[in-house]
T-cell receptor, first 110, second 114 residues
Framework: GQNIDQPTEMTATEGAIVQINCTYQ??????LFWYQQHAGEAPTFLSY????GLEEKGRFSSFLSRSKGYSYLLLKELQMKDSASYLC???????????FGKGTRLSVIA | DTAVSQTPKYLVTQMGNDKSIKCEQN?????MYWYKQDSKKFLKIMFS???????INETVPNRFSPKSPDKAHLNLHINSLELGDSAVYFC?????????????FGAGTRLSVL
């Protein structure tokens, strides 16, 4: 089976930096995705990694190590609006649907 | 214009009823998906269609029947609704082939079976 693990909940302070980790054990690998989901809303795409290394996009960065089956999402200069669930997902092969982790619920406090 | 749109947004119905959820995308994508998100917020694939053809059918009761009249639409019909069907159902779409093929999600349909 496919297994994707991420912490269930995290809390961080406004203006700080937070790192959300994700580990995966899947039968194949064709890309890792991070999505943000606010309560009651649709998941929205944040980042994509298929090669090892860091991808930076504004306040958000995502890192991938394929040999370790590990990724993290880094959020800088946290804002209250960043309070949401962050979903790690792996595409196992080709154009197959994404396999999602259970999400990390991030609370940003003043 | 909404890229991936689902209707209805909320659906409250009795056990045993039959209901449909509609999904349309205007992104020119050739692949569409249905995901189910349960009360624990776990998002799980149900079906995947590429160019109107079913390519993925996860372990889903056959009370659930997807239909894709064309590449831009993927509807979900559910027969004999059960309490356990209560969840949020998300439609998504993407391109196929090489590249990231990012999946874009609709706003979700919140189904409550009473």
């Amino acid at each position: 089976g496919q297994n994707i693990d991420q912490p269930t909940e995290m809390t961080a302070t406004e203006g700080a930096i937070v790192q959300i980790n994700c580990t995966y054990q899947t039968s194949g690998f064709n890309g890792l995705f991070w999505y943000q989901q606010h309560a009651g809303e649709a998941p929205t795409f944040l980042s994509y990694n298929v090669l090892d290394g860091l991808e930076e996009k504004g306040r958000f960065s995502s890192f991938l190590s394929r040999s370790k089956g590990y990724s993290y999402l880094l959020l800088k200069e946290l804002q209250m609006k960043d309070s949401a669930s962050y979903l790690c997902a792996v595409r196992v092969s080709g154009n197959t649907p994404l396999v999602f982790g259970k999400g990390t619920r991030l609370s940003v406090i003043a | 214009d909404t890229a991936v749109s689902q209707t209805p947004k909320y659906l409250v119905t009795q056990m045993g009823n039959d209901k449909s959820i509609k999904c349309e995308q205007n992104l020119g994508h050739d692949t569409m998906y249905w995901y189910k998100q349960d009360s624990k917020k776990f998002l799980k694939i149900m079906f995947s269609y590429n160019n109107k053809e079913l390519i993925i059918n996860e372990t889903v009761p056959n009370r659930f029947s997807p239909k894709s009249p064309d590449k831009a639409h993927l509807n979900l019909h559910i027969n004999s609704l059960e309490l356990g069907d209560s969840a949020v159902y998300f439609c998504a779409s993407s391109l196929s082939g090489g590249g990231p093929n990012i999946q874009y999600f609709g706003a979700g349909t919140r189904l409550s079976v009473l």
